[in-house]
Structures are given as C-alpha cells and as structure tokens.
C-alpha cells in the first residue's frame, strides 16, 4: 500500500516539478518574449511581456513562451548567395514603364514594435499560426530565424514586391540603368539615374509606411527603411548593351587614331612651311637629329661637313 501511494505521490511531484523548473524564464538583450498560459486548468491567453535583457522571471506553470527579435533587423533581397536571407537568393523583377523586365536587389531595416500591447496583439495575431519555411517546413515566426524569415516573406515580402511594381513600373528603364539609353533615342546622362533611384527609395518606404500597418493589421513593424541597392537588366538585354559599348568603343578608337593622324600631319607641314622659308634652320634641324659619335656629315655633297666631338 505504501509502495502504492509513493508511486502515485511521484507521478504527480514529477509534472509539478518539471512544470515548476519549466515556469523560470530569461530573455538576452536581443530578444523579447511573450508569455502564454498553459497547462490544463489554464486558458491560453497571454500573460505576460518580459523585456529584454531580463533576469530569471516566473511565468506560471506549462506556460509557453514565444521569443521574438527585438533589435534592428534586415531583409535583403539579392542574387548574392553570400548575403541571402534565410529565404534563399532570389531577385524582385519588375517592368518599367517601356517594358524591360527590371531585376531589383534591396535591403529593407526594420523593428519589431516592443511596446507590449501591440507585441501581445501581433502575437495573438501572428504567433498562433505557422508559416511556410523555404524548405517546406511549417514554422511559428517565434521558431528562431527560420521561423521569423517564414513569417516575413509570407506577410511582409508581398507589401514590398507591391510597392516595388508601384514606382518601378512608372518609370523607363534609362531612368534607372543610364545603358539603356544606347538601346534607343535617349538624351538621358548617367548621373540622372541617381536622382531616379532615390526618389524610388522615398516613394517605396512611404508607401510601406502606410501600406504594412494595412495589412499587418497593426504597427506591428517601426523604424523601415528600404535601401535600393542595384537595378539589373536581362541577360540577353544586358549582352545587346554590351555589344553597343563595345562598338562605341572602337568608333571613339578609330576617331582618335583620325585625329592623332590629322594633328601630326597638320605638324609635319607646319615644320616644313618654316624650312621652306628658312633652310638654314633644316640644316641646323638635321645636324641636331644626328646621333652622338657621328664626325663627318656628307649628304651626297662633295663638300663635307666636319662636326667637332661632343
């Protein structure tokens, strides 16, 4: 009977016991946790916002607790593997307004909003549904960085690309890849792609400013800002621009070596319009031209011409 009732006293200390260890909870500096209730008498609500860089905190027996970035973060669209977000390489192709399919590299800064009202509604709304994971994983945004990227490109990266399709698509391709302009009649310089660019980048975080809380459904994101980073042609446009320098190339050789052959002809007859009005000057040109060592100088002339060593 003893041996009975220790038995069950163990199989009830035991889940207290791992649910009390279980209950202490901790954040590092660059992350914030939101406390859900657990376990079987409780509800499922959030109970609790622990701040960064907290101490060991108490947050109930069987809680869950859902770990969120809290500092600055960045998503980088790109074609280099070396700097891909966790969601792989892959590049925003938009049409300008002439129809060239625009590849798009960028790197959007950003936030999660700590105050706790706001985390707990964007966990309410967010932390209690998974998202698709490159790798065709279902993952909750607080499943580390897989989790947060898998959030981010379903929720967020649909915004950006919107945004993108926006301004890009209302401009020509020579408002932004200054090479485009050897493809048609264009009096577009290379520094007004500059100006082109920026605006694109202004009109971008305004329209994510104002269309991302929409969506979300809160200022759930603060501080975002998208830096344009580079506007890349098609392969086969990019080939149809470099054959187009490449022939600019040689015409701007061939015209120098024109204006090389015209400067020195133009030289060589000036030379000979001074010897023609002044001989003694040839002669003078032509004993300075000889070179060093030489003592007699008789062009075909009987009288020679001694020249003192030097």
Avoid at 256 to 265: D, I, L, S
Wanted: hydrophobic residues 40%; glycine residues 10%.
């Amino acid at each position: 009977m003893r041996i009975a009732l220790a038995v069950i006293a163990a199989l009830i200390a035991l889940p207290l016991l791992i649910g009390g260890v279980g209950g202490l909870e901790s954040t590092d500096g660059g992350q914030v946790a939101v406390v859900r209730d657990g376990g079987p008498l409780d509800d499922n609500k959030v109970r609790e916002v622990i701040d960064p860089g907290s101490g060991l905190t108490w947050t109930g027996m069987w809680s869950s607790v859902h770990l969120y970035p809290a500092q600055q973060r960045f998503y980088t669209i790109t074609a280099d593997a070396k700097r891909a977000t966790t969601l792989g390489v892959d590049v925003v192709t938009v049409p300008s307004s002439d129809g060239v399919n625009l590849g798009i590299e960028g790197t959007l800064y950003f936030t999660l909003n700590l105050d706790h009202e706001t985390l707990k509604r964007f966990d309410d709304k967010y932390g209690t549904r998974t998202f698709r994971s490159q790798d065709d994983n279902s993952l909750y945004p607080w499943d580390g960085d897989e989790g947060w990227s898998a959030f981010f490109g379903q929720a967020v990266r649909p915004v950006i690309d919107n945004a993108l399709r926006g301004q890009i698509g209302a401009m020509r391709c020579a408002e932004l890849v200054p090479s485009c302009a050897l493809l048609e009649s264009s009096d577009l310089k290379a520094g007004d792609s500059n100006t082109s660019i920026a605006k694109v980048q202004d009109a971008v975080n305004a329209s994510l400013a104002r269309d991302l809380p929409v969506t979300l459904g809160g200022e759930f994101l603060t501080g975002l800002r998208f830096t344009l980073v580079k506007v890349t042609l098609p392969a086969d446009v990019q080939k149809a621009v470099d054959r187009s320098l490449a022939a600019s190339a040689a015409v701007s050789e061939a015209q120098a070596k024109v204006a090389q052959a015209k400067a020195e002809a133009e030289a060589n007859r000036a030379r000979q319009d001074g010897y023609d009005k002044c001989p003694a000057c040839a002669e003078i040109e032509k004993l300075r031209s000889l070179p060093q060592g030489i003592t007699v100088y008789a062009p075909g002339n009987p009288q020679s011409v001694v020249i003192p060593s030097r």
